[in-house]
């Protein structure tokens, strides 16, 4: 699996965008990345993935570096409930096992 | 709501003894999978499920064992309990089971042995 290596934690005024970001440097072509967070002791949310392509949705932007090698979570207006520790994943190759690694992830803290 | 329940929200038990906590998955998906978050291990992929038979194998002890049952629910059973295995139990799905499928996750057990 390729490592992924985030900050331990992190704070953000509410309001302001969170940038999370994240380095996967042996990453392969075929490994996409995932982002989940879990919120105190509930279970990991899903919030957003990608291959190479930046990508958007309701929660979240996800920019992946052309090299692939590093990417950020972003979160345009981070609120209080957004406080949560913050997984990104680097998922293994298509014919490898299904389960997802979680590392240590970054803390994020959001703060009035 | 991710749409995966589990039951019991808190299960407290003593060393010896024996547990069994139940997932069910969405609906339509046919792979579970069980996750253990302890302190100092971390979130830790346990087995995986597809459509009754078992899929995978992670760091799953001997003293545990799961199954899933033909309406797709799962049970992992906990035996001969020991204190390191206070942790939060995650069971999550997917629809098939596929590298690239997302995970939906439950709101996990919590489970404590004294």
């Known amino acids: 699996d390729a490592k992924t290596t985030q900050p331990p934690s992190m704070d953000c005024a509410e309001g302001r965008a969170a940038n999370l970001p994240c380095n996967h440097s042996?990453?392969?072509?075929?490994?996409?990345v995932y982002w989940y967070r879990q919120i105190h002791s509930q279970g990991p949310q899903y919030i957003i993935h990608g291959l190479k392509n930046n990508e958007t949705n309701e929660m979240a932007s996800l920019i992946i570096t052309e090299d692939r090698k590093s990417s950020t979570l972003i979160l345009p207006h981070a609120t209080l409930r957004d406080t949560a520790v913050y997984y990104c994943i680097v998922r293994v190759p298509p014919g490898t096992a299904s389960k997802l690694t979680f590392g240590t992830g970054t803390r994020l803290q959001v703060t009035l | 709501d991710s749409g995966v329940t589990q039951t019991p929200k808190h299960l407290i038990t003593a060393t010896g003894q024996r547990v069994t906590l139940r997932c069910s998955p969405r609906s339509g998906d046919l792979s579970v999978y069980w996750y253990q978050q302890s302190l100092d291990q971390g979130l830790q992929f346990l087995i995986q499920?597809?459509?009754?038979?078992?899929?995978a194998k992670g760091n799953i002890l001997e003293r545990f064992s799961a199954q899933q049952f033909p309406d797709l629910h799962s049970e992992l059973n906990l035996s001969s309990l020991e204190l390191g295995d206070s942790a939060l139990y995650f069971c999550?799905?997917?629809?098939?089971?596929?590298?690239?499928?997302?995970?939906?996750f439950g709101p996990g057990t919590r489970l404590l042995v004294l």
């Open positions: 999550a799905s997917s629809v098939v089971g596929r590298e690239w499928e997302t995970q939906y």
């Open positions: 499920y597809y459509n009754g038979e078992e899929r």
């Open positions: 042996t990453i392969s072509g075929n490994e996409y």
